[in-house]
């Protein structure tokens, strides 16, 4: 089983930054991708950032060149700095883990953490 606690939302002003972590526990058997899904009410959920240990990351284009996902794994913590926020990017955001083939619908979730850009 795969389980995921996120922290570090907030609320800033436009232009600033934020980093949110993700602990994470267990790992699914074959191919494991983790990331980042943000979600608005009344709008569909997007994936913001994606790895693979094997792979680069993938981005969407709204939060490229802005946003960095990364991974200590040592801590098995998923990071995503985000910086030059925007009012846009406010949402909820969640750590997501599954198969990659299961991507952009992941199976397992954290609880999110607002973000909310003023």
């Known amino acids: 089983d795969v389980q995921l606690v996120e922290s570090g939302g907030g609320s800033v002003q436009a232009g600033g930054s934020l980093r949110l972590s993700c602990v994470m526990s267990?790992?699914?058997?074959?191919?494991?991708?983790e990331g980042w899904v943000r979600q608005v009410s009344g709008k569909e959920r997007e994936v913001v950032a994606a790895?693979?240990?094997?792979?680069?990351?993938t981005y969407a284009n709204s939060v490229k060149g802005r946003f960095t996902i990364s991974k200590d794994n040592a801590k098995n913590t998923l990071f995503l700095d985000m910086n030059d926020l925007k009012p846009e990017d406010t949402a909820m955001y969640y750590c997501?883990?599954?198969?990659?083939?299961?991507?952009?619908?992941?199976?397992?979730w954290g609880q999110g953490t607002q973000v909310t850009v003023s």
């Open positions: 997501a883990a599954d198969r990659c083939d299961t991507w952009p619908y992941p199976g397992y």
């Open positions: 267990g790992r699914t058997d074959s191919r494991h991708c």
């Open positions: 790895m693979e240990n094997t792979g680069p990351p």
